[in-house]
């Protein structure tokens, strides 16, 4: 059907040269339902796939993944960014990447305060996450 097709699509030509630790902070949208899977697909071990920036910070606390990709808009009081200092300030080696549909000036400089390593506009572009994957 329509996901395995989506999937394979984006998934096809974009193999990792090394696998990753992620954690995959999203929303209930598309995102949560396709990055997953997607990821694992491009080479990725998913640690954990959390709806909120608690579950953010507390999972990457505990399984100390390469990369967090952290969407803006999450479930909770808390938003993708906040979760992103409060990761820089526990771990901050830990690699984060925005992955939001909100990609206006005043969201991309006050993420910019997290110190990301890329801030990328939905839909993703698998192509471009895997070269930043591999850039690490």
Do not use: H, W
Request: with cysteine; charged share 25%.
């Amino acid at each position: 059907g329509f996901r395995e097709r989506y999937l394979e699509e984006v998934s096809a030509r974009v193999k990792l040269t090394r696998p990753l630790k992620v954690i995959a902070a999203c929303g209930n949208g598309t995102a949560g339902a396709f990055a997953p899977e997607a990821l694992r697909r491009m080479g990725c071990e998913v640690v954990d796939m959390v709806p909120s920036g608690a579950e953010a910070i507390a999972k990457a606390q505990e399984k100390n993944p390469d990369v967090v990709l952290m969407d803006i808009m999450l479930e909770g009081g808390m938003d993708g960014i906040e979760a992103a200092e409060q990761i820089r300030l526990s771990s901050p080696d830990t690699t984060i990447i925005f992955c939001t549909a909100y990609t206006d000036q005043g969201t991309k400089s006050r993420a910019k305060a997290a110190r990301p390593t890329a801030f990328l506009g939905k839909p993703v572009d698998y192509a471009t996450l895997k070269s930043i994957f591999d850039a690490l």
